[in-house]
């Protein structure tokens, strides 16, 4: 079948056009991946949240030796407004000095408590560092899934002003109609408002992105050109892989934290000792010559305090053993949540390569299609219609394509949050 002059033309054009088109979608290594791990530093060493979440840790690491230090001595000063007199002579004056120490094992007890919590809120930093991971993901690849529609929507819209240029040549020529060209109007206008929505979207995107990264709303968010998809799947479904991870080791150390309490409590109800030393100043008597005359007194003393008042002590144990129940069964019930949000984060791992498969097999195929219908076109100018419904549909394949691969990317990272391991 003989191609008309006009014909030629548009499958010249439309060659480059769609060549031009396809290119971007063909996969490469994500050269750009380093950019992400910049990121990635970039929030740890600068998000706030994360900072204060150290502070706190480290607060907690200056709790150790406080807890653990002997209580501090005491030291007082008695002056006698009437002085007392005593064989030796008169006592003018007193100072007292002791100290207290708490039963045998309490500031161990104390020190390892204070530990614990250290150790729990050190487990809290790294969960709240590997979730700021998280979060940066979910906030990068939606930015990476709008510039790609956008990306899609301007050459749409460049094709499109390709077959409109088509139609007109046709309807001068007399071989087209009027029709058609408002056909190809209407949808440039549609183009032209997505692509206007799509650049309006970008900026609070990477403004929510810049204010995780403690930078300035308007910083430009590096984004690579094509991401792919990969057959590597996570191999993870049991507890017992997901146990080490921050959220439990939490969780447990707030339980041996507990444990720890009660023992200090226990503690606590044994007796106080104390040991001191008074010293009594003494005037020496001058009418008189006595042995030892105005020597000064001294007198070690040893205390012990009685911890009678039970009550207290019994119910401090009764809130410690309950609380230990508490933090047991939240272990399991975080175990229980990670596992199923792990299984719904490999449900949408799997789902969105199924659907980019299928989304990729329906692009090759319309492909092939508008591909016949241009032929026909050119030489007989029919189904111009159905060449712009195809080309659309072909749009919306691949729209679906980075949607899904997006989708995939950011189950990745959910499944990276979840399975990561305490340090």
Known sequence: MEVSKTGKYFLRTFGRCFLLSCSFFITFPMAAQSSLEDYLKLAAENNPALKSSYSSFEASMKRIPQVSALPEPKLSFGYFI????????????????????????????????ATLEAEANYQEFLDQKNFLFYQVKQAYYPLYEVKEHLHLQKENLRILQTFRQLAETRFSNGQGKMTDVLRVELLMEDARTDILLLEQRVAPLEAHFNRMLDREDSIQVLIPDTLTITDEKPILSKADTLKP?????????????????????????????????????????????????????????????????????????????????????????????????YETARYELEK????????????????????????????????????????????????????????????????????????
């Open 245 to 341: 991870h921050p959220k439990i080791k939490i969780l447990e150390k707030r339980l041996a934290t507990h444990r720890a309490q009660e023992e200090v409590v226990r503690k606590s109800g044994m007796p106080q000792i104390g040991v001191g030393l008074d010293y009594a100043f003494v005037s020496e008597r001058m009418e008189a010559n006595l042995p030892d005359n105005g020597r000064d007194a001294f007198m070690p003393t040893v205390t012990l305090s009685i911890p009678i008042y039970r009550k207290k002590y019994s119910a401090a144990l009764q809130e410690s053993r309950s609380l230990q129940q508490s933090a047991a069964h939240q272990v399991k019930a975080m175990e229980n949540i990670l596992v199923s949000d």
């Open 352 to 423: 969105a390569v199924l659907l980019n498969s299928r989304y990729w097999r329906q692009i090759q195929k319309t492909e092939r299609i508008l591909t016949l219908l241009y032929t026909t076109y050119s030489n007989l100018g029919e189904n111009f219609e159905e060449i712009l419904k195809m080309q659309q549909q072909l749009l919306s394949y691949r729209t679906a394509s980075a949607t899904a691969i997006t989708a995939y990317h950011l189950a990745l990272a959910r499944i990276a949050y979840i399975t990561t391991k305490s340090e």
């Open 82 to 113: 009437s002085p007392i007199e005593t064989r030796v002579g008169a006592q003018r004056s007193r100072v007292s000095l002791s100290q207290a120490f708490p039963w045998f094992g309490t500031l161990k007890a104390k020190k390892q408590v």
